[in-house]
T-cell receptor, first 114, second 111 residues
Framework: ETGVTQSPTHLIKTRGQQVTLRCSSQSGHNTVSWYQQALGQGPQFIFQYYREEENGRGNFPPRFSGLQFPNYSSELNVNALELDDSALYLC?????????????FGPGTRLTVT | SQQGEEDPQALSIQEGENATMNCSYKTSINNLQWYRQNSGRGLVHLILIRSNEREKHSGRLRVTLDTSKKSSSLLITASRAADTASYFCATVITGANNLFFGTGTRLTVIP
């Protein structure tokens, strides 16, 4: 297992509500990425944070936002939840920015929107 | 659309047999990575192959990369029941830092 942790494990929300998911990166890792994985699909990139700044964003609307803290942990916030937001949300950390780097994934948060 | 597509979508083999999964992608890449996922949980990195490499080995894993065909394959030799999982290829395209995942291959190894 990696040293990346995520909370909560499972979450049920109602359409229109807001949710915050949390991720603690592996010790020494300063870059965190968030992915959304719908059932039966591969993960899709939401955004990446490097040293508390957004460092790239995928094709997700502005109601998906994030933060990275000085200890490199991170939050994913989703406003105005929609049914299609139901998915497994994965965070991944890397020891540095860059292309030739493997990512260390957490166990994910399963979000269900009803 | 996702950068990579795996083939087959599902594969069922007997323990001890070899399993081969293929991945195709669309644009120039910096590197290609393979990940494993058990039962919808976190992904585990298996192997990374750079665009200037053609083949790489790690234990029972062998990965090939053909940049002219924009394709890669993952071979798992002497499969075990514990290899049952979903396997994803993920590309890092030139100029980007994030991973673009394919749709995955669901591997079932029958004891």
């Amino acid at each position: 297992e990696t040293g990346v942790t995520q909370s909560p494990t499972h979450l049920i929300k109602t359409r229109g509500q807001q949710v915050t998911l949390r991720c603690s990166s592996q010790s020494g890792h300063n870059t965190v990425s968030w992915y959304q994985q719908a059932l039966g699909q591969g993960p899709q990139f939401i955004f990446q944070y490097y040293r508390e700044e957004e460092n790239g964003r995928g094709n997700f609307p502005p109601r998906f936002s994030g933060l990275q803290f000085p200890n490199y942990s991170s939050e994913l916030n989703v406003n105005a939840l929609e049914l299609d937001d139901s998915a497994l949300y994965l965070c991944a950390s890397t020891p540095r920015r860059g292309q030739g780097v493997e990512q260390y994934f957490g166990p994910g948060t399963r979000l269900t929107v009803t | 659309s996702q950068q990579g597509e795996e083939d087959p979508q599902a594969l069922s083999i007997q323990e001890g047999e070899n399993a081969t999964m293929n991945c195709s992608y669309k644009t120039s890449i910096n590197n290609l990575q393979w990940y494993r996922q058990n039962s919808g949980r976190g992904l585990v990195h298996l192997i990374l192959i750079r665009s200037n490499e053609r083949e790489k080995h790690s234990g029972r894993l062998r990965v090939t990369l053909d940049t002219s065909k924009k394709s890669s394959s993952l071979l798992i030799t002497a499969s075990r029941a514990a290899d049952t999982a979903s396997y994803f290829c993920a590309t890092v395209i030139t100029g980007a830092n994030n991973l673009f995942f394919g749709t995955g291959t669901r591997l079932t190894v029958i004891p």
